[in-house]
């Protein structure tokens, strides 16, 4: 019987994590979430933990642990019969290790995306605020410029996204990221990618998802051995 496959995308704001995770989701067969879309749904929900993240969110600040895991683990608990990918989570050593605890991770992705790069891609970036649809005006821009391709909604840029505020997100990204990828690479599981183009990265990211993603997922998802 095939088992379940987990995997989880990292990267810096900007890396193409979102981009890449859609591929994966449509080529495999994998159960796509991403906590960025599930705060921005609670935000535009305007829900008590909506509330409780826009002032992290909107400032670019990492919410806090109890709240991610508060937000992700029942998600992933739902899916037991399914594969999954998460996208941007989990993004701290805390997160991390709550969700070790209920399940075994098969794979994570790590992008490793220059600096200049992820500057050049975010300063092109508009975004949809009440989906959180993101456009790129060089790499996927929308059909009317300014303009969302299904509402029609005006476009808008994030103050976080300018160079200072950005150069700050992406140091403490590091920070941050860095026992998460070292805790990854100590369980073997842990693949890094670098480049500037995410058309260059994706073909070696497919290649090596075909390696290890055989047949449709049919088991559930068992916790670790401890
Ligand atoms: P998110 O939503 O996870 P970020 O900031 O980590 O947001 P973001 O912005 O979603 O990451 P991405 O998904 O890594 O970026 O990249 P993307 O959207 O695919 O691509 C970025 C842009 O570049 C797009 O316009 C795309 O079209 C373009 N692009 C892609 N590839 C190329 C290319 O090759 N060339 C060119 N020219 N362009 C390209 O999190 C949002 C906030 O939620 C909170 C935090 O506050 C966070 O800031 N949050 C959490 N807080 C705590 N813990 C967690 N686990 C959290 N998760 C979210
Ligand atoms: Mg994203």
Redesign the pocket.
């Known amino acids: 019987m095939a088992k379940l496959f987990r995997a989880a995308i990292m ?1 810096p ?7 890449i995770s859609k591929r994966i989701a449509q080529n495999f067969g994998l159960q796509y979430l ?3 879309h599930f ?1 921005r749904e609670g935000i535009a929900a305007n829900t008590e933990a909506g509330l409780l993240v826009k002032s ?2 909107e400032r ?4 806090p642990d109890h709240i ?1 895991t508060g937000l992700m683990l029942p998600r992933l608990e739902q899916l037991t019969s399914h594969s999954w990918l998460l ?6 050593s805390g ?1 991390a290790l709550a969700l070790n605890a209920v399940c075994q991770m098969d794979l994570v992705i790590s992008l490793n995306i220059p600096f200049e790069t992820l500057r050049e ?2 300063s092109d ?1 508009w975004i949809h605020p009440a989906s959180g649809r ?3 005006m ?3 821009p929308p059909c009317v410029q300014g303009r969302d391709d299904i509402s029609g909604e005006p476009l808008i840029q994030h103050d976080d996204d300018k160079p200072e505020a950005l150069l700050a997100r992406l140091r403490h990204y590091k920070d941050v990221a860095k026992p998460v990828i070292d805790l990854y690479k100590s369980l073997g599981i842990l693949h890094q990618f670098s480049g500037t ?3 260059r990265i994706w073909p070696h990211i497919n290649s090596l998802l075909s390696t290890k993603i055989h047949t449709p997922p049919l088991t559930a998802c068992q916790p670790p051995m401890h």
């Open positions: 990267g704001p900007g890396s193409g994590k979102g981009t991403s906590s960025g705060l992290y969110v670019g600040l990492l919410v991610m996208d941007g989570f989990p993004r701290t997160q891609r975010l970036r993101v456009y790129n060089g790499f996927n183009d995410t058309n």
